[in-house]
């Protein structure tokens, strides 16, 4: 389970930023999940879900792919990385000074009931530094520490680690050299970065309809994605998958290759249609028969719909983090409730998978706790600060109360969190326009 993600300087986020999903004081019992971190049966109490708001363009989505950009620079530093090719990094671009600085990441996680910590600095050029512990015993074990081209290894299995260091390239990660040469102690948490922090936006769509369409296709999956489907009140009776040329349907593969981190998008390639499922067709209730409508035809909040429904139940299988950029775009505000539900639901959601998203939704913020889907401590802002940079802070600094409207107080701007309108300039526009007809 993911515990802790930090970043700084990276994207819009100049300053260090922290997101715990260890639970606090103000925690709903109901929705931590005791997890063993070490021998003897210690345990981390651990929230299944986060949710992410704050006013349009503060740095909601760019939380959610600062976690992408460090899952990127694992699983493709050494596969997709040259020498001299350097690295290609998202710094705030807003001042000088950052762009010259590296950017840092660092996460904790639970991995096999052992808490680990892994790290590393980039700049433009090359790896700055790096490490990685584990905590099989409560105290640091070193697994390696990188500072630059120097590499420290850890006790055990040193000689995969010096043959990860006769090819560690400097725009390459150790973690990702060590891995493609099956280094037995980190190839576990590579593959961590390879099934988790999955990303469901638009850019990704494609590919997450192709993979639903290929649970669809498959005996084992395709009652489920149905029910899903059904479960969604969107009217739909059925689908079937439908034969797609060989060009299409290599790029739909791709997308689907691209989607679980198997390749990179190169910048300016076209992608699948957003507009198709990827070789689905849908059935739809009829006032006399059920009736076969074409992909064209389908509702935005239909194909957003099946474009979740395969991520979301490999999630719940497999214990996965999954990001969900926009969560409540075109969905019906019962349904994204819902779909936060299967994660925060023990008895649905026993792989402790888990649900990490922002929205403009204040029905998930609720005005009391009984109304409330998302614990105090699950609830997370962004703000803008006047140099562009963007401040993130948990719910629990304002030490709410329990039975507080949080949705209607959010709205208010009491968690500094409002949009600071220029209502007169609105109007000015429109006057403007009108003048010059």
């Given amino acids: 389970m993911l515990v802790e993600f930090q970043a700084q300087n990276v994207r819009s986020f100049r300053d260090r930023i922290r997101l715990s999903m260890e639970s606090t004081a103000m925690s709903e019992r109901q929705y931590v999940r005791e997890v063993p971190w070490r021998r003897g049966g210690t345990r981390l109490s651990v929230l299944p879900a986060a949710g992410i708001f704050g ?64 790290g590393f600095a980039v700049d433009d050029e090359k790896v700055i530094e790096e490490w990685a512990y584990a905590y099989p015993n409560g105290r640091a074990a070193l697994l390696f520490d990188r500072d630059t081209d120097q590499v420290s290894l850890g006790a055990a299995d040193r000689a995969k680690g010096r043959a990860a260091k006769g090819i560690l390239r400097s725009n390459a990660l150790f973690l990702s050299t060590a891995a493609h040469i099956d280094h037995p102690l980190l190839l576990p948490l590579y593959r961590w970065f390879a099934d988790n922090l999955l990303m469901a936006d638009a850019e990704s769509r494609p590919g997450r309809m192709a993979f639903t369409a290929e649970m669809l296709d498959d005996p084992r999956h395709s009652d489920a994605v149905l029910r899903l489907m059904r479960a969604a009140d969107l009217g739909i009776t059925g689908a079937r998958t439908i034969e797609l040329d060989p060009v299409m349907q290599e790029r739909f593969r791709r997308a689907v290759r691209i989607l679980e981190g198997e390749e990179e998008t190169p910048d300016g390639e076209e992608g699948p249609d957003v507009a198709t499922f990827g070789g689905v067709r849908l059935s739809h209730s009829g006032a006399d028969s059920d009736m076969e409508i074409d992909d064209t035809d389908e509702s935005r909040g239909t ?15 497999d214990g996965a983090v999954l990001l969900a950029d926009e969560l409540d775009s075109s969905l019906h505000p019962d349904l994204v409730q819902e779909l936060v539900r299967l994660f925060q639901d023990p008895d649905v ?57 949080i949705g209607k107080r959010f709205l208010e701007g009491h968690y500094g969190t409002r949009p600071l309108l220029a209502v007169g300039d609105f109007d000015n526009a429109v006057e403007q326009v009108k003048v010059g007809r």
């Fill in 303 to 317: 194909l957003i719909w099946f474009g979740m429904v395969g991520p979301v139940l490999r999630a719940l299988a």
């Fill in 55 to 118: 006013a349009n363009a503060s740095g909601k989505t760019n939380l959610l792919r600062a976690m992408t950009d460090m899952r990127a620079h694992v699983l493709h530093s050494f596969k997709h990385g040259s020498p001299g090719g350097g690295i290609n990094r998202r710094a705030f671009l807003l001042d000088e000074d950052s762009r010259a600085k590296p950017s840092h990441y660092e996460i904790d996680l639970v991995l096999h009931g052992v808490l680990h910590r892994y």
């Fill in 349 to 405: 959601n026993t792989t402790q998978a888990q649900l990490v998203f922002n929205a403009h939704d204040t029905t998930l913020l609720g005005d009391s706790s009984s109304s409330r889907l998302l614990g105090r401590d699950q609830i997370w802002f962004t703000r803008k600060l006047n140099d562009g940079s963007t401040h993130l802070h948990s719910l629990t600094e304002f030490e709410p109360r329990k039975q507080e409207a």
